[in-house]
């Protein structure tokens, strides 16, 4: 899926020709357009479904017969049932993991990506030519090449690459809409334009007629790009975990950018409670990237390295932590698919459970010994217990040969327990068990625990029993939000010829040009030119010819004969009048009118919301039928890496456990399409 810039046109404008990106095919047999395409047909399905229902609740309000409420009541039954279906198959597509990871990756655990939103084709043509001839008294006509060149645009960030150039393709788009936005959306009436998004994990569509929805969209799928790029990255690389860190962070940060900007959105996707989860999310994955990171080249089996380590694994389940409580909140729980929740649970107990081994691999495999800094081991020490049982202390653990074995047991047991229970919660979703590279990570970890236990194992200290207090997180590297410099792309404006966007926009009123000849005397004597594009005519003698023949105060100068002055400064207007003969030329003027409208024209909003009544409006919106330009709508309220063990590499590093290599759990194998949701040291290797 790449990007292939083509010419759209012969024109030169703005002295650069007239080139673009274009996204990648949207009949491209890959396994993300696979998913994107069966995205789109849930999507028809379930606006078919609910227009069914929508129809039948309002025959059941209007009639009063009792056999015909008893069959539409039946028939609301069914379509209910079929609805739970669709639903059901969408958050299987949302919980469809493995089309966004990178085909050779078998070592690392998984990382969830967003999907992105859907939308309709939009045709800007005849609007956009009517307003042209309406507003600024222009051929439409004319502007076809423009037209295809936008239309062209939005068509192509349907269908972005999963790369840096698909990020910029949707940036350049976003760029433009507050062009668009200036040149052709009036404050005192509607173009007749309607935008129609999907909501990326209900498929319930939003249709605006503004376009703060087309904005707040395009940011969003700029995030889910990001999301992507971030899974798709090779994690068994430091170059690949520092691009996901990046693109993690990125994706946060325009997620931050569309919670900031748009407040007012009525798609749940883009509700604050929602991007502020998915935010989060994120994060975490950025922070557990770099969790991978550190331990890429191996843990140093070393007293401080594994205290370190325990608390960079502590943080990153802490942050999942953090997301699991988000994602189990209402109504977040009920809109999110419930394989997320359960794969930050997992994560969760997976990473406190390593937490613990570190510790227990620091206190059992290590002595304080002579040569050792006492003062620095306690510090270290004293840092990953918030509180210790009642009379124990860091130094006491850590001199008292009995008691660092002790609290070493202690850690090893709570990691035992966590993989055991990470292992349980997998078990429990059915769409984390088609995971099984995952299923063989938590395996191998919890074997290896069991391993270092087993090796330390006496019975007749049973008595002595101790539970290991929690552990507390610190990271050296914290996952932070960032706001990547593509949504700030300088694009040039497909409408230019209309002339400063400053002067001629939608909310500027203006009379039809108007056709005034000037002669030499009025060059020099009648008026005086001043601003900088279009010139402006100011200190007019209202007793010379041109006054006569319509010339006023304040008029601005679109035309010198036959060339286009709408860009000019005054010397460029002064240099084609100062050629004059005494015939005289005709120049090419308009005025502004006073445009302060009685009221503003109202924005109609037409969303779903699936524990209501689906708006009829949009449900009766059809791609072949252009909605009436005056039609009267009642504005809805918005709604909201571990594996397989090693072998031993070297006495002195610890390796985190990873996947066979051999290729047997590639995500390269088929694996089916998920249903609809039912889930709830010493010189040994690490």
């Avoid at 069914?78 to 639903?87: A, E, P, R």
């Avoid at 790009?225 to 693109?247: C, F, N």
């Avoid at 000037?518 to 004597?525: C, L, N, Q, S, V």
């Avoid at 918005?638 to 063990?645: D, N, P, R, T, V």
Wanted: glycine share 4%; aromatic share 8%; proline share 5%.
């Amino acid at each position: 899926m790449t990007d292939t810039i083509l010419t759209n046109g012969t024109g030169d404008r703005g002295g650069r020709d007239s080139y673009f990106k274009k996204g990648c095919s949207p009949n491209a047999q890959t396994g993300r357009s696979k998913l994107q395409n069966k995205r789109a047909t849930l999507n028809q399905q379930i606006i078919k479904q609910m227009r069914m229902r929508a129809g039948a609740e309002n025959l059941l309000k209007a009639t009063n017969n009792n056999k015909v409420k008893e069959m539409v009541l039946l028939e609301l039954s069914y379509v209910n049932s079929d609805l739970q279906l669709l639903m059901g198959q969408l958050e299987g597509l949302n919980s469809s993991m493995e089309v966004y990871q990178n085909t050779e990756e078998t070592a690392n655990i998984p990382l969830i990506a967003l999907g992105l939103k859907e939308t309709k084709e939009i045709d800007f043509s005849s609007p956009f030519k009517d307003f042209i001839l309406e507003h600024y008294s222009e051929d439409g006509r004319s502007f076809e090449e423009e037209l295809a060149d936008l239309m062209d645009l939005r068509q192509s960030c349907r269908t972005p690459s999963r790369s840096e150039a698909g990020v910029e393709l949707l940036a350049s788009y976003y760029s433009h809409l507050p062009l668009i936005e200036s040149r052709f959306f009036s404050p005192t009436r509607q173009n007749g334009i309607f935008f129609t998004w999907y909501d990326s994990f209900t498929g319930v569509p939003v249709c605006q007629q503004n376009l703060l929805l087309e904005k707040a969209s395009i940011l969003f799928n700029m995030a889910a790009l990001y999301s992507q790029i971030g899974t798709r990255s090779d994690r068994q690389t430091r170059v690949g975990l520092e691009q996901a860190i990046a693109a993690f962070q990125k994706a946060a940060g325009v997620l931050n950018l569309l919670k900031e900007t748009f407040t007012h959105i009525p798609s749940y996707d883009m509700s604050p409670a929602m991007v502020s989860m998915l935010i989060r999310l994120m994060l975490a994955q950025a922070q557990q990237c770099l969790f991978e990171k550190m331990a890429l080249p191996g843990v140093s089996n070393q007293f401080y390295a594994l205290i370190r380590m325990a608390q960079e694994a502590a943080k990153v389940s802490e942050v999942f932590d953090q997301v699991h409580q988000f994602m189990i909140q209402t109504p977040i729980k009920d809109n999110v698919p419930l394989f997320w929740s359960t794969m930050s649970l997992v994560k969760t107990n997976h990473y406190r459970s390593m937490a613990h081994y570190f510790v227990a691999a620091a206190l059992l495999d290590h002595e304080l010994g002579p040569r050792d800094d006492e003062d620095q081991q306690e510090k270290m020490l004293s840092q990953v217990y918030d509180q210790l049982p009642e009379g124990r202390t860091p130094i006491d653990i850590l001199k008292n040969k009995d008691e660092r074995k002790r609290f070493g047991k202690a850690h090893i047991r709570r990691a035992v327990s966590g993989h055991e229970e990470a292992l349980r919660i997998y078990s429990l979703c059915e769409h984390l068990t088609k995971l099984e590279a995952l299923k063989d990570i938590l395996k191998a970890s919890h074997q290896r625990s069991l391993e270092k236990y087993s090796d330390f194992e006496n019975e007749e200290e049973f008595t002595d029993y101790v539970d290991a207090p929690d552990i507390t997180s610190k990271t050296e590297h914290r996952a932070e939000m960032e706001v990547p410099a593509a949504t700030k792309v300088k694009v040039i404006d497909f409408f230019q010829r209309l002339g400063p966007l400053a002067i001629f926009s939608a909310k500027q009123k203006w009379t039809p040009p108007r056709s005034v000849r000037i002669y030499p005397e009025d060059r020099d004597e009648g008026f005086t030119l001043k601003g900088e594009s279009p010139v402006q005519v100011v200190s007019l003698d209202p007793h010379c010819q041109a006054a006569g023949d319509g010339l006023k105060e304040g008029d601005y100068i679109v035309a010198v004969g036959k060339t286009d002055s709408k860009w000019m400064g005054v010397s460029e207007v002064m240099q084609l009048l100062k050629d004059v003969d005494e015939e005289g030329t005709e120049i090419q003027v308009v005025s502004l009118m006073d445009s302060n409208p009685s009221m503003p024209a109202k924005s109609a909003t037409f969303c779903g919301n699936l524990p209501k009544t689906y708006s009829m409006i949009c449900l009766a919106y059809n791609d072949e039928e252009k909605p009436l330009k005056n039609r009267k709508v009642t504005k809805k309220s918005s709604f909201l890496s571990w594996g397989m063990k090693n072998k031993m590499k070297s006495a002195s590093m610890l390796n985190l456990p990873t996947m066979d290599h051999s290729g047997a759990m590639s995500w390269n194998k088929p694996i089916p399409t998920f249903p609809s949701s039912s889930c709830y040291n010493s010189d040994s290797s690490h």
